[in-house]
DNA sequence: AACTCAAACAACCGCCGGTCA
DNA sequence: ATGACCGGCGGTTGTTTGAGT
């Protein structure tokens, strides 16, 4: 398909936004709510194409956006969303509230490549599973991951399978944390977090690639209390339903399935 | 103080998929 | 069925800022 530019097209103006652009665009949004970019530039009165409004906004303008320096955990939860999803900077931001997908993906483009550089001639040598991106290129394994690796490894963790992960873990119904606990699990409240992060992915994500050549233990890191290891690989079962299997079988098969799936004709 | 350079950030661009007339 | 439009995504570029000399 593609098009020209609106921007170009209609001689609008571009470049960086003014203050009284933000507080136009910020009013406008303000009484007429989000969507309908189309028409925001000519009912608000702003010489700039729909699409630079609707990135200002969400970008920069949008009231839960956080501002200020990425902290540690963040960090840390992005180099693990990256190595599960890739340069989907749409989706490692959904699970990173206040963030948005071009400050993840400027960070990842300045600070996290930079520290990935750093840390290969030493990842080169350490007995680490690399997985590649899109692009071919290996994924990063930096100091983190290659001292979470170490851990998974000295536990046994990395060898192992999550079987019969159950998928009611996955959704964002209220009661899945309850459900966990309402099984008997003595897995600590503050400890559910971990969930947090699985508990977003939706059915595509599932069936990525990335998630079928991972190991979740290893996603998490050592983290993951014992209680929620000995839950996963211990059959997990009991209600049946719907389960994502990870096994032997699947790491074998799994780059052929993900195509098949990824393609779309189950999805 | 002036200059250079790299890092950080904001914004643009091309492309794609979904929707609707 | 088709094409235009819109929203969204990821890659890239341009600009600003700050540290070092």
């Known amino acids: 398909m593609g098009r020209s530019s609106c921007c170009s097209r209609d001689k ?34 702003l010489n700039r194409c729909p699409r630079s409004c609707r990135l200002r906004w969400l970008n920069y303008l949008r009231p839960d956006i956080k501002r200020g320096n990425i902290s540690d955990e963040e960090e840390d939860l992005i180099i693990r969303l990256h190595n599960l999803l890739g340069n989907r ?6 699970r990173l509230p206040g963030r948005t997908d071009n400050e993840i993906k400027n960070y990842w483009n300045t600070v996290l ?29 930096n100091e983190k991951e290659a001292e979470v690796s170490t851990q998974c490894s000295q536990d046994g963790a990395a060898s192992r399978s999550v079987q019969n992960v159950h998928c009611n873990r996955f959704n964002s119904s209220p009661g899945a944390v309850g459900d966990l606990h309402s099984e008997g699990s003595s897995v600590a409240a503050e400890e ?6 699985l508990k977003g992915l939706d059915t595509e994500e599932l069936c990525s690639r990335y998630l079928l050549e991972l190991d979740f233990f290893q996603l998490l890191g050592s983290n993951v209390p014992q209680d929620m290891r000995d839950w996963c690989g211990g059959g997990g079962g009991g209600g049946g339903d719907s389960y994502v299997f990870y096994d032997d079988r699947l790491l074998l098969e799994g780059a052929a399935i993900s195509d098949t799936w990824i393609g779309g004709e189950h999805i």
């Open 89 to 94: 900077w749409s989706l490692i931001a959904g």
């Open 12 to 45: 609008l103006k571009k470049g960086a936004w003014s203050a009284a652009e933000d507080k136009v665009l910020r009013d406008y949004v303000g009484v007429h709510g989000e969507g309908k970019w189309g028409k925001v530039p000519k009912k608000a009165g």
């Open 113 to 141: 490549k930079k520290k990935k550089l750093q840390a290969q001639p030493a990842a080169s040598t350490a007995t680490t599973v690399m997985h590649s991106d899109q692009d071919g290129e290996p994924t990063l394994k």
């Open 192 to 197: 559910c977090d971990l969930f947090d992060i």
